[in-house]
């Protein structure tokens, strides 16, 4: 993996966690319009998978940029707000 790489998946793994899911796990992909994000999250009783696309500059700057960080957790959260604890 590259340092790019684990970045991005060390900035996914923090937004994620900022969100309060229950349980999830995820993957990225390259694709050819930027990065694709499937993350598969428990809901009450099952589990499902959200696909989001994503950008690796922005996912690379939210590290450092809270405003960054902000805007992605709020574009994910209503996709993923059926894994939040908060649901139960």
């Not at 900035?11 to 899911?21: M, N, Q, S, T, V």
């Not at 319009?33 to 009783?45: F, P, R, S």
Request: net charge negative.
């Amino acid at each position: 993996m590259t340092t790019d790489t684990l970045a991005i998946r060390a900035a996914i793994a923090r937004i994620l966690d900022e969100l309060d899911l229950r349980a999830y796990i995820f993957t990225h992909e390259t694709k050819e319009h930027g990065l694709q994000l499937h993350v598969e999250c428990a809901t009450d009783g099952a589990w499902q998978t959200v696909s989001l696309p994503a950008d690796s500059a922005e996912l690379l700057a939210s590290v450092a940029d809270a405003a960054v960080r902000e805007r992605l957790r709020e574009a994910w959260r209503e996709r993923l707000r059926d894994c939040a604890k908060g649901r139960a």
